[in-house]
């Protein structure tokens, strides 16, 4: 027992080690204090300035700071769309892609410039090497990138006193890439190639086969077939077949991946460079690269609560905020856990299956690699639904019915288990200003946080930033439910079908981009459609996130006093974690009763 739940252990501990110090450097970045890297990466960060006329000491209202927001994405939209349609008469095309189609285009710049990541195609076949590079590469920075800026302004808003401006956005792009993203994802990225990830710009390689293999003229492969690779003949249960053919060699899909798994990892933007992301084995070799790609899905997350703490002046407050999280998280993980390693009640009842755990990995294996085992996937599934990461080493639609339901659940409740860089913690924040003012009206009192009285104006928006993952999924989801296309593009029928549907809408519009896989996305409607989901479930927070910094930016700080509400104890942390789980519970469990829940006491009965 205790060498099973020691890997679940051991991984979070490596996390919350290596979150710490790195929320600590973030702080000293973001406030143009020194730091080891000063030397090497000021000079670059002031000749960015120079070179965009950037004004370092620009205070934006938070008007403008979202103006800058909207420009600067809607520049890299266009960008990544021309990109994907052009590639096919541009450079670095060794396999000479054709362009996208232009939905396909919409939806994969809608889900990289929304830091979202979600694919609807398989990326060694269909994009180029300079499209990878140029387009995705760079989006999973500066997608990231927006993130913590926003987050940043947001902290401004609580840390100034009576004053209008917010920061620049430009100064904090700029501070965040390079003095964060970069060096982290370079030394993520020699890693990783030391550990086994290709990284070439070579094309694809042709390989000879240990053993030939036998496929028929429909291209399904033939088991049992005795093969004479000299006569060219093959035979099954001693029957020849005349139309199979013999294949020898097998082409093996190189690129420059992993430079860009670094920052799909860190970045929480997911996305694989193949088509079976990091399930696939030049993408993660071997355990060594899992463990550092799946703590790098968490590590700015959660390093960020450290850095909000310390931001404020009360790293209670961060450690609280990081509390909620990790709870959730724990709680999260081990309900995936339990439900994988004793497998579901049909699996069990299966006699040719053997769940048990003695000297094997027992549970429920499907769809799950054995260079990983259960924990490492399951731990991997609870890691990249929490932070809305979206990359995968296992399938997902293979998990146990409540093994599933728990990784929807994390990204339904609005990307707050940590969630995405930035967006998380903002993301959070405005379910902890919810939280004081529900506290506010059970005691009578005029509900404050961190020193700012929270009123109307700030809740009305925090209530759109908490409700804009439940409607865009659930209306995304619910007109998709009655489009015969999308009926028409589902592996499955009935509730497990329907839980293929609600986790497609449910990652795009939780800003995830993992998927339950038996699902067809690639198709005009489906495009469209989640990839306006994706885009309205990532702008609308940041209007509201940034509107509320403005407005307590402009707020005289509260002496604390005996009636004012700990924020830091554990009664809050209980109240946060009880109010994010209401609004989600209220939202989806009427959906969640439809696909996992209803399959689940299915398979029991």
């Known amino acids: 027992m205790m060498a099973t739940v020691l890997p679940y252990i051991l991984y979070l501990a490596i996390l919350i080690v290596l979150a710490i110090p790195l929320g600590a450097y973030i702080k000293k ?42 420009i600067f994405s809607g520049i890299g939209f266009v960008f990544l769309f021309l990109l994907q349609l052009l590639q096919g008469v541009l450079p670095g095309n060794p396999q000479h892609i054709p362009p996208t189609s232009w939905h396909l285009a919409f939806n994969t710049t809608a889900s990289f410039v929304t830091n979202t990541n979600w694919q609807a195609y398989s990326g060694e076949s269909t994009l180029s090497y300079l499209t990878q590079a140029l387009g995705l590469t760079v ?47 370079l030394v993520i990225s020699l890693f990783l190639i030391g550990g086994g990830v290709v990284q070439s710009l070579r094309g694809a390689d042709t390989v000879q086969l240990l053993e030939p293999v036998a496929v028929s003229a429909d291209g399904e492969i033939l088991e049992n077939a005795v093969i004479d690779a000299e006569a060219g003949t093959v035979t ?75 931001a404020v002046k009360n ?6 905020i990081f509390m909620a999280m990790f709870l959730m998280l724990v709680a999260a993980l081990g309900i995936i856990a339990v439900n994988e390693q004793t497998a579901s009640t049909a699996l069990s009842a299966n006699p040719a299956v ?21 924990a490492a996937s399951s731990t991997w599934a609870a890691f990249t639904t929490a932070a809305s990461n979206g990359s995968v080493n296992s399938m997902h639609d293979s998990y146990t019915p409540l093994g599933g339901m728990v990784q929807m659940l994390q990204m339904q409740l609005g990307e707050v288990i940590f969630g ?43 209530v759109l930033v908490c409700l804009a993952t439940p409607i865009a999924i659930l209306v995304g989801s619910g007109i998709a439910a009655i489009v015969p296309q999308v009926a028409e593009s ?95 519970a209220l939202s989806f469990f009427p959906a969640l009763a439809l696909g996992p829940l209803a399959e689940f006491f299915g398979n029991a009965a």
């Open 236 to 310: 099954v249960d001693d029957a020849p077949v005349s139309d199979a053919k013999i294949v020898t060699e097998e082409i093996v899909p190189l690129g420059p991946a992993a430079s860009q798994i670094a920052i799909k990892q860190t970045g929480t933007n997911g996305g694989g460079f193949y088509g079976v992301n990091s399930a696939h084995p030049l993408e993660n070799p071997n355990a060594f690269t899992n463990l550092l790609e799946m703590i790098s899905l968490l590590l700015i997350p959660a390093a960020l609560c450290f850095t909000f703490g310390k």
């Open 139 to 185: 989006q999973n920075f500066v997608s990231a990138a927006t993130g913590i800026a926003v987050l940043f302004a947001l902290i401004r808003g609580f840390t100034k006193v009576k004053e209008q401006g917010l920061g620049s956005f430009w100064v904090d792009m700029t501070r965040v890439v390079i003095h964060i993203l970069i060096p982290l994802n």
């Open 315 to 320: 790293k209670k407050q961060g450690i609280a």
């Open 420 to 462: 995405g860089v930035g967006c998380g913690l903002y993301g959070m924040l405005a379910f902890a200003i919810l939280t004081v003012f529900i506290a506010g009206l059970m005691v009578g009192r005029t509900p404050e946080f961190l020193g700012k009285k929270i009123e109307p104006y700030e809740m009305k928006w925090s």
């Open 490 to 584: 589902l592996n499955n029928s009935g509730a497990h079908g329907f839980s293929e549907m609600l986790y497609a809408y449910t990652s795009g519009g939780g800003n995830n981009g993992s998927a339950f896989a038996g699902f067809n996305a690639n198709t005009v409607f489906l495009n469209v459609s989640i990839g306006l989901v994706m885009i309205f479930a990532r702008f609308l927070p940041i209007v509201g996130t940034l509107a509320i910094a403005g407005s307590l930016a402009q707020k005289k700080k509260i002496a604390v006093t005996s009636g004012t509400l700990s924020t830091t104890n554990g009664m809050f942390v209980f109240l946060l974690i009880f109010v994010v789980l209401l609004i989600g």
């Open 354 to 374: 053997n769940v048990s755990m003695l000297d094997q990995s027992g549970g429920n294996m499907e769809g799950k690699e054995t260079r990983f085992g259960i």
């Open 29 to 70: 970045v973001m406030y143009g204090e020194r730091t080891f890297l000063s030397e090497i990466l000021t000079p670059c960060e002031r000749a960015v300035y120079k070179v965009l006329r950037i004004k370092e000491d620009e205070d934006m209202s938070w008007k403008q700071y979202l103006v800058s927001v909207l």
